[in-house]
């Protein structure tokens, strides 16, 4: 079966015939297997496919383990699946509006170009979502991309952290900052804050539902606790603070994009994402493969795979997605919890990049036996982990029974780059690096508060750069971090180097730590 962005859904999908949408190849390739029980291929052909809503198979979608199906990326082609809609640029017009000129920094306001979403065909924004830490993932907000490079919603400050002033009202949230720019905000809306208010492992955004400009401070909808002064947060989606090359900002009521181009945009594409929901859902489906597609700019999840059994992702690469890359379970907050579980799900030679959330979640295996997944995440490379809520959400979680993670590159985060719960995993052969860049009390590898998940075999990685940038937090940064109780790890024949602890292991029994190399550490082993 062949698909081209220049085909027609209601050809045959022949070579000379193809089809033009995924969905459509999909149910081909169901009804040629409802009739005979061979292999059989769909065909990408070079170009852009643009997905306007999830694709879905289920169990009737299955191939065989002697014939299975085959989403592929013709020889040679580049095939790229994006949750995103192509904007005009030259429907942008200078910013006449004296109300929101006089909103603008000053430095910005002959720059800042404004566009109507709805002449583009954009019927509604999503709204900008708040995150408690430890969510697996949720819908995110739409992000902008001028030629593939995503760029910055209006924030201050325009990078990094500032830190809380004092705590005026801890019942109701409020804070007090010392920066003048919050003297700016008073018809700002919509407005939320990012950072870490209770410790400095937790990152959270929150909503900001009140800006006293005359006393600096701000009021949050936080469900949790504020711990006190000098805490890290960031506000940001201020129009205010379009005052940087590269930021911009959506006004909720009018449905105006306000951005500042980094230079004149002519021929450059400019690309919103749109779609809110997964772009592919497997349900109870078997025996298909996917192979050198790339799927990129959603807002919420690439790849679910719920009570799935052999399915393979080769040579695929995933880039900007707001929510999880691939994940085997559908909850949001509860990671590990009991769901029908998968086995020989393989992900492997591939790539991924700027992922939101977690970027790979497994599940699998059958824990009251022990029956092992065999789901395998191998020779893959992973940068920029975590970017939309940093704490607990790794490049790999792993929950269930024997799963694997080999032979790959993992490395930029803010917080873990592995981590999880469950069974008889090994994780070896990696190179784990320049993770846990803004938190304390962290490690590349991190696992805890289970007693009787045990037998997980950690050997032959190199583990090395682990360590936050702001000394002012505390520099707790390990390389394996066994927390609360957590029992019979084997941690051999790897290389520890350059962070504050190699192996912490905070109590628990059983664990073996024996042929490893440490260099550069303040601490090799502390138990």
Sequence with gaps: IHVSPNGNDAKSGDENAPVATFDKARKLARAIRADQKKPINIIFHEGTYRLSDTVNFDSKDSGTEDAPITYKAAENERVIFKGSKVLDTKAFKKVTDPAILKRLPENSREYVGVMDLKKQGIKMIGVVPSYRSGAIAMTGYHQLYLNDRAQTLARFPNSGYTTIKKITNAASKTFQTAEYNVTRWGEAKDTRVGGYFLNDYNFERQVVTKINTKDRTLTMNLDGSISGANRRYFVYNLLEEIDMPGEWYIDPDSMLLYYYPQNRISDEVLEISTLSAAMLKLDDVHYVNFEGLEFAQSRYDAIQLPSCTDITFDNCTFRDIEGVGIRDYTDVYRQYQKTPNSYNIVIKNSIFNNIGFTTIALQGGDEPTLTESGNIVENCYFSGVGTEIVSYVPAVAFGGVGITVKNCTIHNAGAHLIQGKGSLHKIYNNELFDACK?????????????????????????????????????????????????????????????????????TGNDTEIHDNIFIDNDVGVRI
Excluded: P, T
């Design 438 to 506: 803004e938190v304390h009390d962290s490690g590349a590898i991190y696992a805890g508060r289970n007693l009787y998940q045990r037998g997980v075999d950690i050997s032959n990685n190199y583990i090395h750069h682990v360590k936050s940038l702001d000394k002012s937090i505390g520099e707790i940064a390990c390389g394996v971090y066994m927390d609360d109780r957590l029992s019979e790890w084997y941690i051999h024949n790897n290389i520890f180097s350059g962070m504050s602890r190699g192996v912490f292991m905070n």
